[in-house]
Protein backbone atom coordinates (compact mmCIF):
# COMPACT_ATOMS: atom_id res chain seq x y z
CA UNK A 1 0.00 0.00 0.00
CA UNK A 2 1.39 3.49 -0.92
CA UNK A 3 1.69 5.39 1.80
CA UNK A 4 1.08 9.39 1.59
CA UNK A 5 2.21 12.10 3.97
CA UNK A 6 -1.31 12.99 4.71
CA UNK A 7 -1.97 9.57 5.73
CA UNK A 8 1.50 10.02 8.38
CA UNK A 9 1.19 11.88 12.23
CA UNK A 10 4.10 14.23 12.76
CA UNK A 11 6.55 11.96 15.18
CA UNK A 12 8.31 13.60 18.25
CA UNK A 13 10.48 16.05 17.39
CA UNK A 14 14.10 15.56 17.72
CA UNK A 15 14.38 12.92 15.43
CA UNK A 16 13.62 11.62 11.67
CA UNK A 17 10.78 10.37 11.33
CA UNK A 18 10.58 7.19 9.15
CA UNK A 19 8.83 8.61 6.35
CA UNK A 20 12.30 10.50 5.44
CA UNK A 21 14.15 7.26 6.09
CA UNK A 22 12.18 5.22 3.16
CA UNK A 23 11.80 7.63 0.37
CA UNK A 24 11.13 4.52 -1.71
CA UNK A 25 7.05 4.41 -0.14
CA UNK A 26 6.60 8.02 -0.45
CA UNK A 27 5.80 10.12 -4.16
CA UNK A 28 8.67 12.53 -4.16
CA UNK A 29 7.58 16.19 -4.58
CA UNK A 30 9.03 19.21 -4.89
CA UNK A 31 8.88 22.59 -2.40
CA UNK A 32 9.71 26.31 -2.68
CA UNK A 33 10.58 27.88 0.41
CA UNK A 34 11.98 31.54 0.98
CA UNK A 35 14.88 31.65 2.73
CA UNK A 36 15.65 35.09 5.05
CA UNK A 37 19.81 35.86 3.57
CA UNK A 38 21.43 35.15 6.59
CA UNK A 39 20.78 31.44 7.27
CA UNK A 40 21.35 30.50 3.34
CA UNK A 41 24.91 29.18 3.91
CA UNK A 42 23.26 26.68 6.31
CA UNK A 43 20.26 25.98 4.54
CA UNK A 44 22.39 24.78 1.58
CA UNK A 45 23.44 21.69 3.89
CA UNK A 46 19.90 21.39 5.60
CA UNK A 47 18.43 20.65 2.08
CA UNK A 48 21.23 18.46 0.75
CA UNK A 49 20.82 16.20 3.76
CA UNK A 50 17.01 16.24 3.60
CA UNK A 51 17.06 15.75 -0.08
CA UNK A 52 19.46 12.83 -0.38
CA UNK A 53 17.13 11.46 2.81
CA UNK A 54 13.19 11.97 2.02
CA UNK A 55 13.89 11.86 -1.73
CA UNK A 56 11.67 15.27 -2.10
CA UNK A 57 13.35 18.41 -3.88
CA UNK A 58 13.97 21.31 -2.47
CA UNK A 59 13.96 24.91 -3.82
CA UNK A 60 14.44 28.37 -2.19
CA UNK A 61 14.99 32.09 -2.72
CA UNK A 62 16.42 34.61 -0.64
CA UNK A 63 16.56 37.82 0.32
CA UNK A 64 15.43 40.49 3.17
CA UNK A 65 12.81 38.81 5.65
CA UNK A 66 10.92 42.02 4.67
CA UNK A 67 10.78 41.47 0.82
CA UNK A 68 10.00 37.90 1.27
CA UNK A 69 7.31 38.78 3.70
CA UNK A 70 5.43 41.08 0.97
CA UNK A 71 6.14 38.41 -1.96
CA UNK A 72 4.23 36.16 0.50
CA UNK A 73 1.20 38.79 0.74
CA UNK A 74 0.93 39.36 -3.18
CA UNK A 75 0.71 35.83 -3.67
CA UNK A 76 4.04 34.33 -4.29
CA UNK A 77 3.76 30.71 -4.68
CA UNK A 78 6.02 29.91 -1.55
CA UNK A 79 5.56 26.84 0.46
CA UNK A 80 7.58 27.86 3.63
CA UNK A 81 8.63 30.52 4.90
CA UNK A 82 12.18 30.73 7.28
CA UNK A 83 12.51 34.09 8.28
CA UNK A 84 15.14 36.22 10.12
CA UNK A 85 12.23 37.29 12.36
CA UNK A 86 9.19 35.96 14.59
CA UNK A 87 6.59 38.96 13.86
CA UNK A 88 6.06 38.89 9.94
CA UNK A 89 5.51 34.71 10.19
CA UNK A 90 2.61 35.63 13.02
CA UNK A 91 0.89 38.08 11.01
CA UNK A 92 0.97 35.53 8.10
CA UNK A 93 -0.45 32.93 10.25
CA UNK A 94 -3.00 35.29 11.52
CA UNK A 95 -3.55 36.49 7.84
CA UNK A 96 -4.56 32.84 7.50
CA UNK A 97 -1.80 31.98 5.00
CA UNK A 98 0.22 30.13 7.30
CA UNK A 99 -0.42 26.64 9.45
CA UNK A 100 2.15 26.02 11.44
CA UNK A 101 4.81 28.00 13.45
CA UNK A 102 8.47 26.73 14.45
CA UNK A 103 11.80 28.64 15.92
CA UNK A 104 14.04 27.07 13.96
CA UNK A 105 17.71 29.64 15.04
CA UNK A 106 18.41 32.27 16.95
CA UNK A 107 20.81 34.58 15.36
CA UNK A 108 23.80 36.50 17.21
CA UNK A 109 25.48 39.90 15.57
CA UNK A 110 28.65 40.41 15.33
CA UNK A 111 30.79 43.86 14.34
CA UNK A 112 33.29 43.16 11.70
CA UNK A 113 35.59 44.31 9.85
CA UNK A 114 37.73 42.58 6.73
CA UNK A 115 40.72 44.77 7.65
CA UNK A 116 42.92 43.09 9.97
CA UNK A 117 44.74 46.54 10.60
CA UNK A 118 41.59 47.67 12.38
CA UNK A 119 40.25 47.30 15.78
CA UNK A 120 37.16 46.09 16.30
CA UNK A 121 35.07 47.29 19.16
CA UNK A 122 32.25 50.26 20.27
CA UNK A 123 35.58 52.35 20.71
CA UNK A 124 36.88 52.09 17.27
CA UNK A 125 32.91 53.25 15.49
CA UNK A 126 33.90 56.73 17.64
CA UNK A 127 37.47 56.95 15.31
CA UNK A 128 37.19 59.09 12.71
CA UNK A 129 39.83 57.60 10.62
CA UNK A 130 37.31 55.23 8.59
CA UNK A 131 34.47 56.34 6.08
CA UNK A 132 31.40 54.14 6.11
CA UNK A 133 29.51 51.22 8.91
CA UNK A 134 27.10 48.84 6.97
CA UNK A 135 23.86 47.64 8.54
CA UNK A 136 20.99 45.61 6.94
CA UNK A 137 18.27 47.76 5.94
CA UNK A 138 16.25 47.77 9.31
CA UNK A 139 12.77 48.13 7.93
CA UNK A 140 13.00 45.20 6.36
CA UNK A 141 15.94 43.03 7.85
CA UNK A 142 15.60 41.88 11.51
CA UNK A 143 19.34 42.35 11.77
CA UNK A 144 19.60 45.72 10.71
CA UNK A 145 17.12 46.39 13.02
CA UNK A 146 19.61 44.57 15.89
CA UNK A 147 22.18 46.22 14.59
CA UNK A 148 20.25 50.20 15.03
CA UNK A 149 19.33 49.10 18.62
CA UNK A 150 23.39 48.43 19.25
CA UNK A 151 24.18 51.72 17.86
CA UNK A 152 21.49 53.45 20.35
CA UNK A 153 22.25 51.85 23.15
CA UNK A 154 25.76 52.05 22.69
CA UNK A 155 25.18 55.49 22.67
CA UNK A 156 27.02 56.17 18.88
CA UNK A 157 24.24 57.78 17.15
CA UNK A 158 25.47 60.89 16.87
CA UNK A 159 29.11 59.71 16.28
CA UNK A 160 28.04 57.85 13.02
CA UNK A 161 25.81 60.35 12.15
CA UNK A 162 26.22 60.82 7.92
CA UNK A 163 28.58 57.16 8.42
CA UNK A 164 26.09 54.12 8.15
CA UNK A 165 25.13 52.80 4.78
CA UNK A 166 22.12 50.36 4.52
CA UNK A 167 22.17 46.77 2.56
CA UNK A 168 19.16 45.82 1.25
CA UNK A 169 19.65 42.53 3.14
CA UNK A 170 22.07 40.66 5.83
CA UNK A 171 24.22 39.15 2.65
CA UNK A 172 24.60 42.54 1.04
CA UNK A 173 25.85 44.44 3.95
CA UNK A 174 28.86 41.47 4.43
CA UNK A 175 29.86 42.08 0.78
CA UNK A 176 29.87 45.90 1.79
CA UNK A 177 32.38 44.81 4.36
CA UNK A 178 34.29 42.14 2.42
CA UNK A 179 35.02 44.21 -0.81
CA UNK A 180 36.19 47.69 1.24
CA UNK A 181 32.82 49.63 0.57
CA UNK A 182 32.73 49.49 4.51
CA UNK A 183 35.36 49.45 6.99
CA UNK A 184 33.24 47.92 9.43
CA UNK A 185 29.54 46.42 9.40
CA UNK A 186 27.22 44.51 11.81
CA UNK A 187 26.42 41.36 10.41
CA UNK A 188 25.37 38.00 11.23
CA UNK A 189 27.93 35.62 13.34
CA UNK A 190 27.26 32.39 11.04
CA UNK A 191 27.79 34.88 8.31
CA UNK A 192 31.71 34.91 9.44
CA UNK A 193 31.98 31.66 11.40
CA UNK A 194 34.52 30.11 8.83
CA UNK A 195 36.19 33.09 7.31
CA UNK A 196 39.19 34.24 7.36
CA UNK A 197 40.56 37.21 7.72
CA UNK A 198 37.90 39.04 9.38
CA UNK A 199 38.07 40.60 12.97
CA UNK A 200 35.05 40.38 14.86
CA UNK A 201 33.58 41.90 18.30
CA UNK A 202 30.86 39.63 19.58
CA UNK A 203 27.60 42.11 20.31
CA UNK A 204 27.20 41.48 23.63
CA UNK A 205 22.90 40.20 23.94
CA UNK A 206 22.18 42.50 26.56
CA UNK A 207 22.58 45.09 23.51
CA UNK A 208 19.93 44.09 21.31
CA UNK A 209 17.02 42.14 21.53
CA UNK A 210 16.91 38.45 20.52
CA UNK A 211 16.94 37.52 17.15
CA UNK A 212 14.72 34.55 17.08
CA UNK A 213 13.96 32.91 13.21
CA UNK A 214 10.59 31.56 13.01
CA UNK A 215 9.72 28.97 10.08
CA UNK A 216 6.00 29.52 9.04
CA UNK A 217 4.56 26.07 7.13
CA UNK A 218 2.27 28.43 4.45
CA UNK A 219 -1.17 27.38 3.51
CA UNK A 220 0.30 26.40 0.73
CA UNK A 221 2.77 23.83 1.98
CA UNK A 222 0.51 22.15 3.92
CA UNK A 223 -0.76 19.57 1.30
CA UNK A 224 2.79 19.63 -0.02
CA UNK A 225 4.98 16.25 1.49
CA UNK A 226 8.03 17.83 0.96
CA UNK A 227 7.61 21.13 2.74
CA UNK A 228 5.73 18.92 6.01
CA UNK A 229 8.35 16.51 5.81
CA UNK A 230 11.00 19.54 5.88
CA UNK A 231 9.06 21.56 8.06
CA UNK A 232 9.62 18.78 10.57
CA UNK A 233 13.09 17.72 9.95
CA UNK A 234 13.93 21.76 10.99
CA UNK A 235 13.79 20.44 14.31
CA UNK A 236 15.49 17.30 14.39
CA UNK A 237 18.83 16.58 16.33
CA UNK A 238 20.54 16.05 12.70
CA UNK A 239 19.27 19.52 11.42
CA UNK A 240 19.84 20.88 15.08
CA UNK A 241 23.24 20.35 14.97
CA UNK A 242 23.69 21.65 11.73
CA UNK A 243 22.17 24.89 12.74
CA UNK A 244 24.16 25.15 15.83
CA UNK A 245 27.63 24.72 13.98
CA UNK A 246 26.72 27.31 11.43
CA UNK A 247 26.90 30.03 14.22
CA UNK A 248 23.47 30.12 15.70
CA UNK A 249 21.59 28.78 19.12
CA UNK A 250 18.13 26.88 18.75
CA UNK A 251 15.62 27.48 21.00
CA UNK A 252 14.32 25.02 24.01
CA UNK A 253 11.86 22.77 23.31
CA UNK A 254 9.15 24.36 25.06
CA UNK A 255 10.28 27.63 23.15
CA UNK A 256 10.13 26.21 19.52
CA UNK A 257 6.42 26.72 19.02
Same mark, same amino acid.
Given at each position: ?13 ? $? ?14 ? !? ?28 ? $? ?50 ? $? ?14 ? $? ?51 ? !? ?67 ? !? ?6
Amino acid at each position: MLVTAMQMSFPAKG $SLFVALMIPSLLCAET !ATVAVASNFVPVMKRLVTEFEETSGHTIRF $SSGSTGKLYTQIIYGAPYDMFLAADQERPAILKKKNLGKQLLTYAIGELYLC $SSDISKKVSPEALKDE $SYQYLAIANPQTAPYGTAAKEVVHNLGLNDALRGRMITGENIAQTYQFMMTGN !ATYAFIAKAQVISTPGVNCWQVPQNLYSPIKQDALLLKRGASNAAATELFVYLSSEEAMEKIVSSGYRV !AKQGERE
